[in-house]
């Protein structure tokens, strides 16, 4: 076999070595925290700045809310247990990273998620996410990364399906 046929062969193994791995253990998110004070890690007063999809050594930002920032940056923090929207809402009321968010500045940048909001905003994630998998040129499906399961009653269950990065930014950054 020819060195370029070969070299292709090696770029088509690449490219579906990585594509199980993203449907195995999902896309990496990379999550920005600012207002950081060095030394420490992920502590009440710092602020969700921005979360991104890297996908190919590239970010691409994804289009959200503080509410909606709050609510991935928590699920991301609790992937390894999928929860209730109940289990959701009372989880970012009692969290004190959410209850002091952006206090690091001076300025706390709350926001209550009511449980009865949930459902809405997961929809609002997943669209957020479509719209970065698409720009990334990934043809994943938003339900896969942020899934919903079913429980013996009536109630759904959310978890994030995903790699987080946390990239914590001081003020001189």
Known sequence: M???FRSIGYQAETALLELADLLQTGPVLRVYHRFWKPGTECLPGEEVW???LVHQGREFRLPLTLALRLLLNYLATTRHVPQSATQIAAGIRRSPFCAKHGMNSG???RRKI???AIKEYIKRLRTA???AFRE???SLDP???LVSRATAGNE???QLVSRIEVVHVSEAD
């Open 2 to 4: 020819s060195d370029s």
């Open 50 to 52: 921005a979360i991104s």
């Open 107 to 109: 300025i706390c940048s």
């Open 114 to 116: 009511a449980r009865s």
């Open 129 to 131: 996410l479509l719209v």
């Open 136 to 138: 990334a040129g990934l």
């Open 143 to 145: 339900a896969r990364v």
């Open 156 to 158: 759904v269950q959310y």
